[in-house]
């Protein structure tokens, strides 16, 4: 998908909404797939080839997920709403564990490469959205005792 901004607003499924409002609808819907806080943060990208219009920088939108099959959750969540998300895998070595051996970590994330944000003039985006939802869970006794209650 290709979207088109206009000042701080964002044309999606035609209609324009507010850039904010649909980065936050985004975090929100992944929150509500994996049942826990998100955040949605960026990726900054930049391009300077010879001609005018490969120059210039952006940013992305990304949340990170806990594993893969989160990862592919979350991506089918926002494919639902339309959005198309990659899901991104960054192995980082953190150091040297016992023994010598390096310790791989596997950072999962979902990204939306082809969301380019550019700074405009009075658009404000913050470097990172948490999800707005706060997300209780419930056990199955607390279920049966409301269910009880109710009759």
């Not at 819907?29 to 391009?47: I, N, R």
């Not at 080839?49 to 969540?77: C, D, F, H, M, N």
Request: proline share 3%.
């Amino acid at each position: 998908m290709n979207y088109e901004f206009n000042q701080d607003l964002i044309y999606v499924n035609d209609k324009w909404i507010f850039t904010l409002d649909y980065l936050q609808e985004i975090v929100n819907d992944a929150a509500l797939t994996t049942s826990k806080t998100m955040t949605l943060k960026f990726v900054h990208a930049s391009s300077y080839g010879t001609s005018p219009t490969s120059k210039g920088s952006w940013k992305y939108p990304t949340i990170r997920v806990s594993s893969e099959s989160e990862a592919e959750l979350v991506q089918q969540s926002l494919f639902e709403l339309g959005v198309d998300a990659d899901i991104d895998l960054y192995e980082d070595d953190d150091g040297e564990g016992d023994g010598g051996r390096p310790i791989i970590r596997n950072l999962w994330s979902v990204q939306i490469p082809t969301m380019k944000l550019v700074e405009y003039g009075e658009l404000y985006i913050p470097n990172r959205i948490e999800s707005k939802e706060t997300l209780v869970e419930c056990s199955s006794d607390l279920d049966n005792a409301m269910h009880n209650e109710s009759i």
